[in-house]
Antibody
């Protein structure tokens, strides 16, 4: 069974940092693009970042560029999101999602993890 | 950057009725790289449709997708009680993906 399990969420002060992790199982992790998608409380979905199978390509939504870094460790079947200079508007549930198996960044997302809540507040 | 606009914001229907959800893009979506997701309260989104019209594994055939270019539609032929949820479209035809704001399908 394909499974994605996020961890690392919590309460952090504005300007602080947090590192999210996503543990993958049930598929060949190194063969797929991976993504982070977030959802602010009561709001819609927002794509955050993508990373290619070998980590050589990364893409970000404009609002997190320069503050967030997506990375992966294929040996550990793990995806990460390093979040720095956090703002109140970054408060959301962060989902890890599997992308496609091709070498191009055109991905639908399936499946998704259960999400981890990040709250940025003083 | 492609912006997706979904309509209506809320659809009030009864079980057994047909639901038609719209997703309009601000510019043409490459190769019909358009997906649809269902999200129920407290749950992660679930993929329904990819490539504008291909059903994901395990999705009932009452769900269908159509469209191309800038106009896409998700149709639920006969609403079942478990179909009342929020639905999102997503374009993935560029390196920067984007979602629509969602359509809530509620019980009338």
């Amino acid at each position: 069974e394909v499974q994605l399990v996020e961890s690392g969420g919590g309460l952090v002060q504005p300007g602080g940092s947090l590192r999210l992790s996503c543990a993958a199982s049930g598929f060949t992790f190194s063969s797929y693009w991976m993504s982070w998608v977030r959802q602010a409380p009561g709001k819609g979905l927002e794509w955050v970042a993508n990373i290619k199978q070998d980590g050589s390509e990364k893409y970000y939504v404009d609002s997190v560029k320069g503050r967030f870094t997506i990375s992966r460790d294929n040996a550990k079947n793990s995806l990460y999101l390093q979040m720095n200079s956090l703002r109140a508007e970054d408060t959301a549930v962060y989902y890890c999602a599997r992308g496609g198996w091709l070498r191009v960044p055109y991905n639908w997302f399936d499946p998704w993890g259960q999400g981890t809540l990040v709250t940025v507040s003083s | 950057e492609i912006v997706l606009t979904q309509s209506p914001g809320t659809l009030s229907l009864s079980p057994g009725e047909r639901a038609t959800l719209s997703c309009r893009a601000s510019q043409s979506v490459s190769s019909s790289y358009l997906a649809w997701y269902q999200q129920k309260p407290g749950q992660a989104p679930r993929l329904l449709i990819y490539g504008a019209s291909s059903r994901a594994t395990g999705i009932p055939d009452r769900f269908s997708g159509s469209g191309s270019g800038t106009d896409f539609t998700l149709t639920i032929s006969r609403l079942e009680p478990e179909d009342f949820a929020v639905y999102y479209c997503q374009q993935y035809g560029s390196s920067l993906s984007a979602f629509g704001q969602g359509t809530k399908v509620e019980i009338k």
